[in-house]
Structures are given as structure tokens and as C-alpha cells.
């Protein structure tokens, strides 16, 4: 809730920085003013008015330590809007016009930039969002929430374009969670992101532990909480069990599996994915990394046991540039934007380019099998 509070505050605010912008925009083009130059009056008319805005309203912190950041996003912004208008203006498409078309675009962009690197940086404290936990990562994976909407279902499908990790899983599930019937568990379950994969008769519980909250998962009382280890329901009482980038973070995951087996009913399914190649996260609970090999030991009691590579290695290649991108944009400290900005810009297209390759290796089934992003596991209680 906290996040499509948000969400709607942003969409009112850009509403009056568009405002504000456009028709400062526009009142340059009117004096003849050249393009370069009216875009860059309006950058410095809205610099002021959009970072006390978004800052102010949408966020809820207008500390100073967020300007170097907000001025480098929105100068990136403003260059990239330059170059798409003059794109525009190849194919004979007006200044003003082209503003407008971009405008949704934009916006999407926008949102996504002041989430994630200007007012989400290292020591960012909004009372809305504040952890309850120390955690020693440079910067905090993002909860996966499916946000109601079209505002909300576009946020997901560029999720899902960028997050590689995300993109591999719900790939990985969608197929096999459309015929579910009857019970089903989803052990750690966190913002229940899978969920709308099923099918919408079948019952369904959502498992997790208190610490989730700490991490920015939601305080949803339907979901039943647990230690990690031993799992609160009956013997043979679940069709379906989903566990999704769990058993990375549980002590001992063995223990887990056997828990899994004992309340999943004979003939059930279980669905699980597991990370491969990934940062350490929602530290200091992270503990394993898993080969095939180990995951094919790890389900023994199962029957029918397949281990499925998620991605290849060029995803995984991408998945690195991408995770360097932020931290390059988010520094430890504000004075060290002056050498990972230049750093950023150069890669920033390398970055753009892997990602591409990426989607076109997924979808071509190419790339090798032996780096993956992570794996997806199928067994059936016998």
C-alpha cells in the first residue's frame, strides 16, 4: 500500500512538473527561442521546482546529500529526451508534439530513476519503508510486488525486461502453475509476486518468516509465519509446493526439503528456484549457492527429480553490468559520484547492449548452460 501511495503521489506531482515544465518549454519555443536552448531554460527552471517537489511530496526527503544525485538523473533524463526529439524530428515530427508523445514514457522512466538510485541511496530513511534490521549489502534488492493497475502491471513488465533473475523464474513457473489444483504452499513467499500465475480456485497459503518484514516484504497477516525450518501445517495436506529463492537463506535447507516432503501430499508437485550466479542478499541471511549436482542430492526423497538451468551465461553477464550500473550510480559516498558518473556514462551502453543479447539468447535457447542465472527445480512426492 505504502508503494502505490506513493505511486499515486508521483503521478500527481508529475502532473504539475509537467506542467510547470511543458509550459516553460513551450513559452521558450514561442519566443523562437533554438531547441537546445529551450530545453536546457526549462531543465534549470524545473531543476529547483521538481527536486523540492518530488523530493518534498513524493518521497518525503529533501535532504541536500540527494542533489548530486538528482542533478546527474535529471541531466541523463534531459539528454535523452534531446536525442529522442531530434530522432523525432527525422521522421518530420514537431518539437512540441514529440514532447508529447515522449511524456508517458518519460514519466516511466522518471519514477523508476528516483526510486531506485536518487532517493533510495545508501542512508536513505523513509519512516515509511525504514528496516529494522542492520544489513551489511551496498544497496537492498527491491521486493517483488505486483502492484495493482495499469501503472502497476507496466512498473512489473520493465521489471521483468531488466530484472533477468525475475524474468528467468516467472518463465520457469508460468507453465507450471497454470494447472494447479487444489491446496497450495508458498514457502517464503514474500509479496506472494507468483501468485496471479495460479489458477484462481485453488487454495492458497503463503509462508514466511517475521524477518521478512525487515526486508521490506509487507506485514500481510495472511500469511503464517514460521522459523525457516519447520513448517506449521499437517502431514500429506498440500497438491502443490511453490518455493521460490528460498533455500539460499534458510541455515539448513536439507531440513527444509524434508519439511517440504512431509506436508506435501503422494503424487504432489513441487516447484522451487534457486539462485546461481547472484550478489549477496538480504544480508546477513544468505548462505548457499547450489550446483545441479547438490540440488539433485538435496531432493533425493522426491521422485522424478529434474534440475533446470535459469538463463545462460550471457544473461549472467548482463545480470553483473546491471548490478554494476547501480552501484556505480549509488557510491558509498556522495563525493565519489564525481569519478562513477564518467565511469557510469561510458557503461551504461555496454549495459544496454548485454541486455539485449540477453533477451535475444533467451529466446533464441542459446548461450551456455554451465554459467546460469540460477536453476528451477520439478519433483513429485512418490
Known amino acids: 500500500m505504502a508503494e502505490l501511495a506513493r505511486i499515486a503521489r508521483f503521478i500527481a ?33 524545473g531543476f529547483v521546482f521538481n527536486f523540492v517537489t518530488y523530493g518534498g511530496l513524493v518521497f518525503k526527503d529533501l535532504s541536500r546529500q540527494n542533489l548530486p544525485r538528482f542533478l546527474f538523473f535529471y541531466s541523463a533524463l534531459a539528454a535523452a529526451n534531446y536525442t529522442a526529439l531530434r530522432l523525432l524530428e527525422t521522421v518530420e515530427v514537431k518539437p512540441i508534439l514529440g514532447q508529447a508523445v515522449l511524456l508517458p514514457l518519460l514519466a516511466v522512466i522518471c519514477y523508476a530513476g528516483l526510486r531506485l538510485f536518487v532517493f ?32 502497476g502491471r507496466l512498473l512489473y513488465t520493465l521489471r521483468l525486461i531488466i530484472d533477468l533473475q525475475l524474468l528467468t523464474c516467472t518463465r520457469f513457473l508460468a507453465t507450471r502453475l497454470a494447472n494447479a489444483e487444489g491446496a497450495v504452499l508458498d514457502v517464503g513467499c514474500g509479496e506472494m509476486p507468483f501468485r496471479p500465475l495460479l489458477p484462481a480456485d485453488v487454495q492458497y497459503t503463503g509462508l514466511d518468516v517475521p524477518q521478512a518484514v525487515a526486508f521490506g516484504m ?16 499437517p502431514d500429506n495436506s498440500q497438491d502443490v509446493l511453490l518455493c521460490t529463492e528460498v533455500l539460499e537463506h534458510a541455515v539448513d535447507p536439507v531440513v527444509l526439503i524434508e519439511e517440504m516432503h512431509r506436508v506435501l501430499r503422494p503424487g504432489g508437485m513441487l516447484f522451487a528456484t534457486v539462485p546461481f550466479a547472484a550478489r549477496v542478499h538480504h544480508a546477513p541471511y544468505d548462505f548457499h549457492r547450489f550446483t545441479r549436482f547438490r540440488l539433485a542430492a538435496m531432493f533425493s526423497s522426491f521422485a522424478g527429480v529434474q534440475v533446470i538451468e535459469r538463463g545462460n ?9 546491471i548490478v554494476l550500473s547501480v552501484r556505480l550510480a549509488k557510491p558509498k559516498k556522495l563525493v565519489d559520484l564525481f569519478w562513477t558518473a564518467p565511469f557510469l556514462i561510458l557503461l551504461a551502453p555496454c549495459t544496454i547492449v548485454a541486455l539485449l543479447c540477453a533477451h535475444l539468447s533467451l529466446f533464441l535457447g542459446t548461450g551456455s548452460k554451465d554459467d546460469p542465472l540460477g536453476y528451477g527445480i520439478v519433483a513429485r512426492k512418490g
Not at 504539475?16 to 519555443?29: D, E, I, Q, R, V
Not at 530513511?125 to 510486488?145: A, G, L, Q, W, Y
Request: aromatic share 12%; hydrophobic share 50%; net charge negative.
Open 13 to 45: 506531482v508529475g502532473l504539475l512538473n509537467t506542467l510547470f515544465g511543458y509550459a516553460s518549454y513551450a513559452l521558450f519555443l514561442f519566443f523562437s527561442i533554438p531547441l537546445w536552448l529551450a530545453l536546457v531554460g526549462s531543465l534549470l527552471a
Open 120 to 151: 533510495r541511496a545508501v542512508g536513505y530513511n523513509d519512516s515509511e519503508d525504514r528496516m529494522s534490521v542492520d544489513v551489511t549489502e551496498e544497496f537492498k534488492p527491491i521486493p517483488v510486488r505486483r502492484a495493482s493497475g495499469p501503472l
Open 218 to 233: 509487507s506485514d500481510n497477516k495472511q500469511i503464517i509465519a514460521f522459523d525457516g525450518k519447520t513448517i506449521p501445517l
Open 313 to 321: 551465461d550471457i544473461a549472467v553477464i548482463a545480470n553483473k553490468l
